[in-house]
């Protein structure tokens, strides 16, 4: 298997990408010890020390740029036959794939920002020389996170990179970046992959049943990690199965206030488990790092407080960010709602819905209501996301959207 088997629905990406690292290759075999910086020679080659990949959620910008990363580090002797690197099986390829790669530094966050400090820590890693003598790469998942001073800390790194240093950026669109780093950055735009696409790669490597494969894929048009989710998780159907429900129980305003209600509360339980599954662990720990003595009833030495309050704050913006991550997804299954009504309006084929396994609510409502109904109903849902995004307390936001769909 190549690393480029996972990047889904994604061929003119993937053609680009495995032209850059047979140059990489190539600069790397040339090079008798001085380092690659980039110049004249190297700008006018394939390859790069900064890219820029962008797509919309679930296009696998990530798993397109971990490839990318597994194929700079490839060690198959078939190279010297003149095969592509990315065979996916030597050393380079899978340690780097499995995160194991000492040169393979992927970053991702679960808060809502990417402060200066972590960004510098970064910065000071890719200054280092690769340990396996080919490339220090840096997957940053999160690249629309940063700060604005995290990101000019970025900015100097990418101006000035280090030899063989290659800086490997995800965010959702070129405009999540900011100019001056963008503008050094080579782009990919990758798009959403097709649902037949996704159901493949699903059945291929998950070993997903065919129809549930299809069907999940096709109720999210094509975002890889949704459907995965899906298919692989009972509870995460039931709870989407809940969410298109709501749009036939906003008939009164107590229907729309309970909606509401129960929307917000279901995100903070999923909240809760992750606090849960996650929070105890790193706890346990940290308290083992600093020396809590086992014998006196976990008591922690003096002067640690400091670092047990910052954990706990840490844990607190998680959950904050996972609930918000929570809801963002199931607004998102909404509005899928409402496109499917909509597109019934318009006179397409109910062979057309997305969310087939709710076609009879779709067809109700889609016969009880008007064209422009659903389009408000769609802009509500976009402005309780804008909402969210804007820190508006998430029962106030998703009650002001349930009200709107209510009044269409």
């Known amino acids: 298997m190549a690393v480029w088997d996972d990047v889904v629905g994604q061929p003119a990406v993937v053609a680009e ?85 000492a040169d393979v530094e992927t970053v991702r966050t679960d808060l809502l920002t990417i402060g200066v400090k972590d960004t510098r820590d970064l910065v000071r890693r890719a200054s280092l020389s690769p340990a396996g003598g080919r490339w220090q790469v840096i997957v940053l998942e999160d690249a629309d996170r940063l700060t604005e001073g995290a990101a000019n800390v970025l900015l100097k790194a990418i ?19 900011l100019p001056t780093i963008r503008s050094r950055c080579r782009l990919l735009t990758l798009r959403t992959p097709s649902p037949e696409a996704v159901a493949e790669v699903l059945t291929r490597r998950d070993g997903i049943d065919p129809d549930l494969a299809a069907r999940v894929s096709r109720s999210t048009q094509g975002h890889i990690g949704r459907a995965r989710r899906l298919a692989t998780d009972e509870g995460a159907r039931a709870r989407r199965a809940g969410v ?53 009833g976990g008591r922690m030495p003096r002067g640690t407080a400091g670092v047990m309050k910052d954990l706990a704050d840490r844990q607190k913006r998680r959950a904050t960010r996972t609930q918000r991550d929570t809801l963002d997804l199931a607004l998102t299954d909404l509005a899928g709602f409402y ?65 709107a769909l209510r009044a269409g």
């Open 17 to 101: 990408l495995a032209s850059a690292a047979q140059a990489a290759d190539a600069l790397v075999t040339a090079d008798h010890g001085e380092g690659w910086q980039p110049g004249p020679a190297a700008n006018a080659s394939r390859m790069t020390h900064a890219w820029l990949f962008t797509g919309p959620p679930g296009s696998g910008r990530a798993t397109a740029a971990k490839a990318f990363a597994a194929a700079l580090q490839c060690v198959s002797p078939d190279r010297k036959l003149g095969a592509p690197p990315g065979c996916g099986f030597c050393d380079g390829c899978h340690t780097a794939l499995i995160g194991t790669h």
């Open 244 to 296: 298109l429900r709501l749009p036939l129980r906003v008939a009164d305003i107590g229907g729309c206030l309970r909606a509401a209600q129960e929307l917000v509360d279901a995100a903070g339980e999923d909240a809760k488990a992750v606090a849960e599954e996650v929070d105890a662990k790193e706890t346990e720990e940290l308290r083992a790092a600093l020396g809590a003595a086992s014998g006196s």
């Open 159 to 177: 101006e000035e990179p280090a030899p063989r240093t290659v800086w490997l950026l995800c965010a959702p669109s070129v405009e999540d970046a």
């Open 339 to 403: 496109r499917d009504v909509l597109n019934l309006q318009l006179g397409a084929s109910p062979d057309r819905v997305a969310n087939i396994e709710v076609l009879d609510g779709i067809e109700r409502i889609a016969s009880s209501s008007r064209p422009e109904q659903s389009l408000r109903r769609i802009d509500a849902v976009l402005a309780c996301r804008d909402a969210l995004d804007r820190n508006v307390a998430p029962l106030l936001a998703v009650e002001a959207m349930t009200l």
